[in-house]
């Protein structure tokens, strides 16, 4: 029952109660509240919730024959980055990502426009194009006959960003399959200067082979290589395969491609090279990195920063997968970055597109063998 003067009324302009006072409307206010929430809602999971995929820092490490078991820190200490000098081999073990884009390729359709650190590729005359098929074409024809001749002029090419999209996925496509025998099969060709022979000697093992010739790589990659089917099966006078330098990766954000190389300088060669999924809205930083100390996780829990929901070392729903590679900026521009790391995945398709929240999203048999290749920093 409403009483007389709760009644409403109106003269025409506005509405009034029977005693004549003035209802003033409220309703503006609470759609104004209402649009602030939402506002400032998108703008927390945007800036807030997009927060890099570190995992926890527990460690859980399988065939811990050379690794040591770090207890665990407060996470947020673990990825704060202080300037840093690099290192006499930082650079070399250091991932790069590059901005970089090719002007004969489509660029990426998701997200936000490619970052302005970018490798311009320069405009190709036909004639500039014709000369570039043609000495993919002698690569080509090179790894038959010279393996190591067809790798070294297949990474100048793709070092490079003049050739036609098609044509470099022909170039990755051939630099993995020369590879296969180069660098992932345990032949040794004479002519090879990243590749030697180790003979196995009483109480080696992988791990102390590694650690005697300073190899930067993990001993499950001399396993790997050598075809092993566990880390103790090795014999006294057995000859194994070993690398000879260093390997670090390369980011090509332009080709979502993840390349790795061994060796430093103008004659490093290109060993393999992956397909990777990068952070959604062009969110992966550019520039030099360094692998963050006490950060290589086998199998590692996570919690998800945007949804809090954790993940368990041992789910396979466990989204980051079972590698974590750990990243810190060794340049003044991303020296700040935190958090950002090298991970598997459990969903395929999201290879090659823009889709996690800024990390370097890798398949798990590729991530696995990443894994093995980047060492941290001495």
């Not at 997009?50 to 065939?63: C, G, H, K, L, Y």
């Not at 006959?145 to 990755?172: H, K, Q």
């Amino acid at each position: 029952m409403v009483l007389s003067s709760q009644s409403i009324r109106s003269d025409g302009r506005r509405m009034m109660s029977s005693d004549g006072r003035r209802i003033r409307r409220r309703g503006w206010k609470l759609f104004a509240f209402l649009g602030l929430v939402i506002v400032f809602g998108w703008l927390g999971w945007r800036f807030l919730g997009s927060q890099p995929e570190i995992p926890a820092s527990e460690i859980r490490v399988v065939n811990p024959a050379d690794s040591v078991s770090m207890p665990a820190t407060n996470p947020v200490e673990e990825i704060s980055v202080a300037t840093i000098e690099p290192a006499k081999n930082v650079q070399a073990m250091a991932p790069r990502v590059l901005g970089d884009t090719n002007t004969n390729q489509t660029p990426p359709t998701s997200g936000a426009s490619q970052s302005t650190e970018t490798i311009n590729a320069p405009v190709n005359t036909p004639q500039e194009m014709a000369a570039m098929n043609s000495t993919l074409q002698e690569a080509l024809a090179q790894i038959d006959t010279d393996p190591v001749g067809a790798r070294d002029a297949l990474t100048r090419i793709l070092e490079g960003s003049a050739t036609a999209s098609e044509d470099r996925l022909t170039a990755y496509e051939a630099i993995n399959k020369v590879n296969a025998v180069l660098t992932f099969s345990d032949r040794v060709l004479a002519n090879d200067p990243y590749a030697q022979r180790y003979t196995v000697k009483e109480g080696d093992s992988l791990s102390n082979i590694r650690r005697s010739l300073n190899l930067d790589c993990e001993w499950r990659f001399i396993q790997r290589i050598n075809h092993l089917p566990t880390e103790r099966s090795i014999r006294v006078g057995q000859v194994l395969k070993t690398p000879t330098s260093v390997f670090h990766a390369e980011v090509r954000k332009g080709e979502f491609r993840l390349n790795i190389f061994e060796g430093d300088g103008p004659k490093r060669v290109m060993v393999a090279s992956y397909p990777i999924s990068l952070g959604e809205f062009n969110s992966t930083p550019t520039g030099s990195f360094a692998i963050r100390p006490r950060s290589k996780l086998i199998d590692p829990e996570w919690r998800n920063p945007r949804t809090g929901q954790h993940f368990d070392s041992n789910d396979p729903a466990n989204p980051i997968g079972e590698h974590w590679i750990g990243l810190k900026g060794i340049e003044p521009h991303n020296k700040d970055f935190s958090g950002y790391g090298i991970h598997g995945t459990i969903d395929a398709t999201s290879i090659g597109k823009q889709a996690s929240m800024g990390c370097i999203r890798m398949l798990p048999q590729n991530i696995e063998v990443v894994y093995e290749l980047l060492s941290e920093p001495n």
